[in-house]
């Protein structure tokens, strides 16, 4: 099965870190540009990070830099975004995409709640 599945939030203090996981089954994630986006309650969803297929070049919305990473590892065939000083602002769900010839989707999304 050709999928996208996302892991790794949950709730955090304001301040605090998290790791999410996007792990694909059924294609090969290296050759497809994968990016993380985003989508706050009554908003819309919002690009917030995304890397390249071939070369790794990666690009971040700009209320993230500095503060987000994202990478990938091929062998595991998994992108991560390490997501450090969250704020309440950054409370959203949060979902992978992936472009290229093997797969176009998203994962289910995950939740992320900044809150004290």
């Known amino acids: 099965q050709v999928q996208l599945v996302e892991s790794g939030g949950g709730l955090v203090q304001p301040g605090g870190s998290l790791r999410l996981s996007c792990t694909a089954s059924?294609?090969?994630?290296?050759?497809?540009?994968m990016s993380w986006y985003r989508q706050a309650p009554g908003k819309e969803r919002e690009l917030v990070a995304d890397i390249t297929g071939g070369g790794g070049s990666t690009k971040y919305a700009d209320s993230v830099k500095g503060r987000f990473t994202i990478s990938r590892d091929h062998a595991k065939n998994t992108v991560y975004l390490q997501m450090n000083s969250l704020k309440p602002e950054d409370m959203a769900v949060y979902f992978c995409?992936?472009?290229?010839?093997?797969?176009?989707?998203w994962g289910q999304g995950i939740q992320v709640t900044v809150s004290s």
């Open positions: 059924g294609f090969t994630l290296r050759y497809h540009s």
């Open positions: 995409h992936a472009v290229g010839p093997q797969y176009i989707g």
